[in-house]
């Protein structure tokens, strides 16, 4: 049987909040377990992202990544602590990117 503490979504967004945004010293045993484990996740999920960048050929060592959306938002503490930018605008970054994608789509299927 798991012995580990079981969070819900909000749960888990408020100790990221706390922990990674706000630098509060979490003090609960399974909130503490909990960050460590969420910690190791964001580092490979960073890494993954990082990875597929390499993939595609992106020269990360001359380049300024801006991290944007609701993922980024909420892991800005986390992302900045790593050495990287979030955007001070992370939803309407993410909303506008898609806009020109769409408009760019819509422009070339309308050409066709």
Known sequence: EDKNARYSSAQIESLIERHFNRGVLLTNEK??????KIEVYLEDHLAS???K???KKWNLEYMDMM???GG??????????KGFDVSD????DNVRGFYDLATNYF????AR
Request: proline share 0%; charged share 20%; with cysteine.
């Open 67 to 69: 991290f944007t959306g």
């Open 72 to 81: 980024s938002q909420l892991l800005k503490g986390y992302i900045e602590s």
């Open 53 to 55: 960048c390499q993939a």
């Open 89 to 92: 605008n992370c939803i309407q």
């Open 107 to 110: 422009a070339s299927e309308v």
């Open 31 to 36: 909130d503490i377990v909990a960050i460590k």
């Open 49 to 51: 992202i990082l990875r």
